[in-house]
């Protein structure tokens, strides 16, 4: 499952009787949502990047 293509799915069930096939309940809907992880590398456009802070600055 890719987090990028589907965010979430939708899962209807439903107990039913295996003799008569009928419902034993109403149909209930789930919604399955899917998590995002850092699968992608992270991707740089300069191999080398430079930067200052000056003394005594909140970080």
Known sequence: MDREEKSFYALRAQAIERRTGRPVEPESEFIIKIHDINDNEPKFSKETYLATV?????V
């Open 54 to 58: 000056p003394e005594m600055s909140d």
